[in-house]
């Protein structure tokens, strides 16, 4: 208990790596809104990440470029005000921190000023390490994340797996090892081959949260909306649905339509 929170079990930077070291697997998911977040906070996550793919999924965007620290400010507020026990993270956009160190500084500030997230997510590895170290110092948790990183798309050419070829798994490597000397708590990685992403997480104290990763992660990470079947047409190989949002929705909405049009809705118990 504390000014921080009433919640004596809320889960911190500091409990992803307890957890590590317990062997508990680390469960997160994304959220971008006040209502959703409840939910999945209440359900019993451990973390939640305001994701840049809020460009994607809340704003219609086909990559995660042109989302802004403001926009991930608005986001963010709101799901921080629904948690009370899982660990909430907010990606830093693109832009917000690949200009200069200085630069990344700031804007994580101004995220954990306006927003009462936890922790910030950035991707790449050395080349950022610098500005992580400045961004831990500044008191501020920080997740990396390695492998498939949707800001550099455009370099990559495509959304493909990563790290197929030894030279760049290597280089995968060393990055997750200048991340963690760089302070991080924890890293995503994304889209890269289950057996690199072991030896990933054996080779660094801090959890690894895999998406496409396979299992040798420390902990999972999807996309709300595909995790519960609300993106429809959407089946990358490593997503799993655990549930069928889009039918439930879609038939919620066909009734109410049809109660609308027939009369049926409102009756006389649901009006005044
Ligand atoms: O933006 C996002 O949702 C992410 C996850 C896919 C890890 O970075």
Redesign the pocket.
Known sequence: MGYLTTDKKKITAKTFIKMKQEGEKIAML?SYDFTTAGIVDAAGIDGI?I????SNVMLGNST?LPITIDDMIVFARAVARACHHCCVVC?MPFGSYQTSREDGIRNAVKIMKATGVDAV?M?GGVEIADTVKGIVNAGIPVMG?LGLT?QSIHQFGGYGLRAKEEAEAEKLLSDAKALEAAGVFGI?L?KVPAALAKKVTESVHVPT?G?GAGNGCDGQ???YADALGMTNGFKPKFLRHFADMNSCMTKGVEEYVKCVKDCSFPSETESY
């Open positions: 994304t990440l994701g840049d793919s809020a995660t990606d997510k991707e994340h949707p995503t994304e949260i998406i990470i999807l996309v």
